[in-house]
Structure formats: structure tokens, C-alpha cells
Nanobody, 114 residues
Framework: QVQLEESGGGLVQAGGSLTLSCVAS????????MGWYRQAPGKQRELVAM???????NYADSVKGRFTISRDNTKTTVYLQMKSLKPEDTAVYYC????????WGLGTQVTVSS
């Protein structure tokens, strides 16, 4: 079992920045990849960014060049640096970890005002 706890969400004006953090606990040695998804009201949950243990990263086209995903050296914490935020980035952001199972955090709200 892996537990994920997000932090760092909040309200920011368009053009601003936020950094989300997610701390993993439990069976962390089994984690293969970690990332972030988001879900806006009335929309499906979508991938924002993902990083693997080997350092490969993948980003949604809508955030490329604005968001950066990273993990700390212990690989227990994943960050999402978000810059040049837009109102359409408003969503609940969920931390995700993959072992041979999917694990999700409870989510953190990001609201970008215009």
C-alpha cells in the first residue's frame, strides 16, 4: 500500500505561480512512477505530468513549457512547479503513484483567477 498526501494548492492570479508537493509513504520501494492528474468541474480527470524512476518525464501538451515535474533524491516526494498559470488550469490536482497498482491522493484545489 502507498499513501499520498498533497499540499500547496490555493488561489492565484493568472500569470502567477504555485508549487504542489506530494509525499508518499508506505510501500515506497515499489513505486515505479509518480505524477499529477487534474480534474476540472464537469470534465474528466486528465494527466498533467508524470515521471518515472529512471527520470523520464511526460507532460500534457497544455502545460508544456509552463509546468515542471520533479522528485527528490529519496523519490518519496514529487513536485509540480506551475508557472504562467491560466484560468483554464483551475482544477483539483491529484497526486498519483504506480506500483503494479494505481494509488491516488485526495487532491488539492488550484484556482486561477482572471
Amino acid at each position: 500500500q502507498v499513501q499520498l498526501e498533497e499540499s500547496g494548492g490555493g488561489l492565484v492570479q493568472a500569470g502567477g505561480s504555485l508549487t504542489l508537493s506530494c509525499v508518499a509513504s508506505g510501500s515506497i520501494l515499489n513505486i515505479i512512477s509518480m505524477g499529477w492528474y487534474r480534474q476540472a468541474p464537469g470534465k474528466q480527470r486528465e494527466l498533467v505530468a508524470m515521471t518515472t524512476n529512471s527520470g523520464l518525464t511526460n507532460y500534457a501538451d497544455s502545460v508544456k513549457g509552463r509546468f515542471t515535474i520533479s522528485r527528490d533524491n529519496t523519490k518519496t516526494t514529487v513536485y509540480l512547479q506551475m508557472k504562467s498559470l491560466k484560468p483554464e488550469d483551475t482544477a483539483v490536482y491529484y497526486c498519483y503513484a504506480y506500483t503494479s497498482y494505481d494509488y491516488w491522493g485526495l487532491g488539492t484545489q488550484v484556482t486561477v483567477s482572471s
